[in-house]
């Protein structure tokens, strides 16, 4: 089994160099995250026609852009991993998927908070939101998937083709929800109407997204070294790791 | 190459003969899922006949869904999965074969079924003719990508909830063209669009799915 | 050739690695020279691969499912060929019974069959004696002698002590 680790991008050697990087993107986060925190709330302009309960917009805005580029990231790593019949891109996709779930969640949560003073309800059945839910579902679904398949190799794969076929069918799903959404809508209320932009807000949710990003990299790290140790465990470099962790405490 | 597709479509199909019970159960749930809205809702015409092209194409939905997990499941517990794979023949083929047996097997019949049913939630007559015509053309599609869920969960434990969990989002473009073309008729709309609609995605699936499923396939039997 | 090996060492998952069911991890399979990846429909048409499962439907008689198995295969095969295949090994009587009320041995005997049928030159057979009376495996193994003498070859597992006479014979023992 050791002759694997040369073929293929070797988990023994991405390891430690995933453990070296968690710590940077961490960092970047946190400070992007105070940067942009601070902007959102201090800085930007108070909106006038909707007063502050605008600023969810600043978290809602970059989570529901994370859940949707994290689902693309996951389905390309899926590509990769099974087209090269690697297993480091596998893993990679199975440490985005909770992430991508968790920001989908998290955008609609702030979406309904939004809603409420907005639009008076909870929940509106907008575009958004419902694509936004639906996407929700594919990363269940791919998650159920995963963990209802014992061999880890096979329920890499049959998560791959997954996540391949939810990629092809979201952006169809998305027309779908839209069209509909045109059809059913009497009054005109939308996220679209978001406040118009000031080059401050902008700034704010760039800043936002950013430290989403160095979030997602570094947590995604984090659970790839998880999956790792607990995948490889039978092997030689995690038992030496477990001895080296050991005698250092 | 054409014989062995013509073969495994007319085996499912004897198969199904054979075992009859199974597309009752489809149909009767159907029939079932369809009848228990009125009750729960109240017999308002009025009410019944805007709501029922959404309850009819999700009973139907949901009925397609149920009889998924038998698509290949004996195939793959009695072996003759793996002589389908290791056959020098084209395994998309052998899928759109099994594909169609289960469509013409639980589709059509809920198709056939559905205008009764459309009466009872006091459909007008074009609006019964479009909803067939939708079904004719969205259910196929339900089968092609219910096909690829079936794959990827064979031997999986606990497949019955996870197949709907998976394929039960990828249905949602055809439930809105099929349930908007019959609603469009209803309010006295061209159905065109919808239909058209439906019948690309149902296209698009005919074309993609047999790959994907035979992939399914090919990763479930390992 | 014989696979030998305890339960659990590893003989299905080498058959079902040669058929190409499972792709290795490692290495690469070749078919006269060639990978078999490369060359895969020459090898499928060259193999008859019959696991620890028979491949039979239940609601079918055994004609009809090795019927439908020959055509999958690419095959041709009479009505009346099926039923001297199946009188040859023994169970011409059931040829017209739903497959699920046969016995253990008769549908092992109904699958195995098919080595009657066929011209492939390369039989990978997974516990081709399990579940056989004695009679039995006196004509599966003069079939398969009768194959290997005639320029085919055979990959077989078994735990069993079953002498197949014709030279050439290898013996690979799986242990863990």
């Given at each position: 089994?050791?002759?694997n ?10 390891y430690p160099l995933a453990?070296r990087m ?7 986060a946190?400070i992007?995250?105070?940067?942009g925190?601070y ?8 909106d006038?026609?909707q007063?502050?309960a605008?600023?969810i917009?600043?978290?809602?805005v970059p989570a529901a852009w994370?859940?949707?580029f994290?689902y693309?990231v996951?389905?390309?790593w ?10 480091l891109?596998a893993?990679m996709?199975q440490a985005?998927a909770p992430?991508?779930a968790?920001?989908?969640l998290?955008a609609l949560?702030t979406?309904s908070?939004?809603g409420?003073?907005m639009?008076g309800?909870w929940?509106?059945?907008?575009a958004?939101?419902?694509s ?6 594919l990363?269940l679904?791919?998650i159920a998937?995963q963990s209802?398949?014992d ?6 794969k ?14 169809i799903i998305?027309f779908s929800?839209?069209w509909?959404?045109t ?5 005109t ?11 401050t807000?902008?700034?704010g949710?760039l800043?936002m997204?950013?430290a989403?990003w160095?979030?997602t990299i570094?947590?995604?790290?984090m659970?790839?070294?998880?999956i790792m140790?607990?995948?490889?465990r039978?092997?030689d470099?995690v ?6 962790v050991g005698?250092?405490t | 190459m054409?014989?062995a597709w013509?073969?495994i479509?007319?085996?499912d199909?004897?198969?199904a003969l054979?075992?009859?019970s199974d ?7 159907f029939l079932?899922?369809?009848s228990?809205f ?5 017999p308002?015409?009025a ?7 959404g309850?009819?194409w ?5 009925a397609?869904m149920?009889?998924l ?5 004996s ?7 793996e ?5 020098p023949q084209p395994l998309?083929m052998?899928?759109i074969?099994k594909?169609?047996a289960h469509?013409?097997v639980c589709?059509l019949p809920?198709?056939?079924l559905?205008?009764m049913?459309?009466?009872q939630?006091a ?8 909803l ?5 053309l969205?259910?196929?599609a339900?089968?092609?990508?219910g096909?690829i869920g079936?794959?990827?969960t ?6 019955g ?5 998976l394929?039960?989002p990828?249905y949602?473009?055809?439930?809105i063209?099929?349930a908007?073309a019959?609603a469009?008729?209803q309010?006295?709309?061209?159905p065109?669009?919808h239909l058209?609609l439906?019948?690309?995605f ?8 047999p790959?994907a499923t035979?992939?399914a396939l090919r990763?479930?039997v390992? | 050739?014989?696979v030998l090996g305890d339960?659990?060492?590893g003989k299905s998952?080498l ?9 290795p991890?490692l290495g ?5 020279g060639?990978q078999?990846?490369?060359?895969l429909?020459v090898?499928?048409?060259?193999l008859?691969y019959?696991?620890?499962l028979?491949?039979?439907k239940?609601?079918?008689?055994p004609i009809e499912?090795?019927?439908v ?9 009479e009505?009346s060929?099926?039923?001297d295949a199946?009188e040859?090994i023994?169970v011409?009587r059931c ?10 041995g008769?549908k092992?005997?109904v699958?195995?069959?098919r080595?009657?049928?066929?011209e492939r030159k ?6 081709p ?14 079939r398969?002698n009768?194959?290997?003498?005639n ?6 597992t ?12 290898q013996v690979?023992?799986?242990?863990l």
């Amino acid at each position: 089994m050791n002759i694997n680790w040369f073929k293929y991008s070797s988990p023994q050697t991405f390891y430690p160099l995933a453990g070296r990087m968690i710590p940077w993107f961490a960092w970047a986060a946190s400070i992007f995250a105070v940067i942009g925190l601070y902007i959102s709330f201090f800085i930007a302009p108070t909106d006038f026609q909707q007063g502050e309960a605008y600023r969810i917009i600043f978290v809602h805005v970059p989570a529901a852009w994370m859940s949707m580029f994290i689902y693309m990231v996951m389905a390309g790593w899926a590509a990769l991993g099974l087209s090269l019949n690697a297993r480091l891109p596998a893993m990679m996709a199975q440490a985005l998927a909770p992430t991508g779930a968790i920001f989908t969640l998290l955008a609609l949560v702030t979406g309904s908070f939004w809603g409420k003073p907005m639009w008076g309800a909870w929940w509106v059945w907008d575009a958004r939101l419902t694509s936004e839910l639906i996407l929700l579902f594919l990363y269940l679904g791919f998650i159920a998937l995963q963990s209802s398949i014992d061999d880890p190799r096979k329920a890499d794969k049959a998560g791959a083709l997954l996540a391949l076929v939810g990629v092809v069918n979201v952006p169809i799903i998305y027309f779908s929800v839209k069209w509909w959404n045109t059809l059913h809508q009497g009054s005109t209320i939308s996220m679209g109407a978001a406040p118009k932009m000031v080059t401050t807000m902008l700034l704010g949710m760039l800043l936002m997204a950013l430290a989403f990003w160095m979030y997602t990299i570094a947590v995604a790290l984090m659970r790839v070294r998880c999956i790792m140790l607990e995948r490889e465990r039978a092997s030689d470099w995690v038992k030496e790791q477990a001895l080296s962790v050991g005698g250092n405490t | 190459m054409n014989r062995a597709w013509v073969t495994i479509f007319k085996r499912d199909i004897l198969l199904a003969l054979r075992r009859r019970s199974d597309v009752a159960t489809t149909l009767f749930f159907f029939l079932i899922v369809a009848s228990l809205f009125p009750l729960g809702i109240g017999p308002e015409p009025a009410v019944l006949s805007s709501i029922a092209p959404g309850v009819l194409w999700v009973a139907a939905l949901l009925a397609g869904m149920l009889s998924l997990t038998r698509m290949f499941a004996s195939d793959f517990s009695d072996g003759s999965l793996e002589q389908m794979l290791i056959a020098p023949q084209p395994l998309p083929m052998l899928v759109i074969a099994k594909v169609l047996a289960h469509w013409i097997v639980c589709g059509l019949p809920v198709v056939l079924l559905a205008p009764m049913i459309g009466l009872q939630y006091a459909l007008p007559n074009d609006a019964l003719l479009v909803l067939v015509l939708s079904l004719l053309l969205g259910t196929p599609a339900l089968s092609l990508i219910g096909a690829i869920g079936a794959a990827l969960t064979l031997g999986v434990r606990g497949s019955g909830l996870l197949i709907a969990l998976l394929v039960l989002p990828l249905y949602i473009p055809v439930l809105i063209f099929g349930a908007g073309a019959v609603a469009a008729s209803q309010h006295g709309m061209s159905p065109e669009a919808h239909l058209s609609l439906l019948a690309a995605f149902s296209l698009l699936s005919l074309v993609l799915a047999p790959f994907a499923t035979a992939a399914a396939l090919r990763i479930s039997v390992e | 050739m014989y696979v030998l090996g305890d339960n659990g060492s590893g003989k299905s998952s080498l058959l079902r690695l040669l058929c190409g069911l499972m792709q290795p991890e490692l290495g690469s399979i070749y078919w006269q020279g060639e990978q078999v990846k490369h060359v895969l429909e020459v090898f499928q048409a060259n193999l008859l691969y019959i696991g620890h499962l028979n491949g039979l439907k239940e609601d079918l008689s055994p004609i009809e499912n090795l019927q439908v198995n020959m055509r999958l295969a690419a095959d041709h095969a009479e009505k009346s060929d099926v039923l001297d295949a199946l009188e040859a090994i023994g169970v011409g009587r059931c040829a017209n019974l739903p497959v699920r009320v046969l016995s253990q041995g008769q549908k092992r005997r109904v699958a195995l069959a098919r080595l009657w049928l066929t011209e492939r030159k390369l039989w990978i057979l997974d516990e081709p004696f399990a579940a056989l009376d004695s009679a039995s495996i006196d004509v599966l193994v003069a079939r398969i002698n009768h194959h290997l003498n005639n320029d085919g070859m055979a990959i077989i597992t078994t735990h069993q002590d079953v002498v197949i006479s014709a030279q050439s014979t290898q013996v690979l023992r799986l242990d863990l």
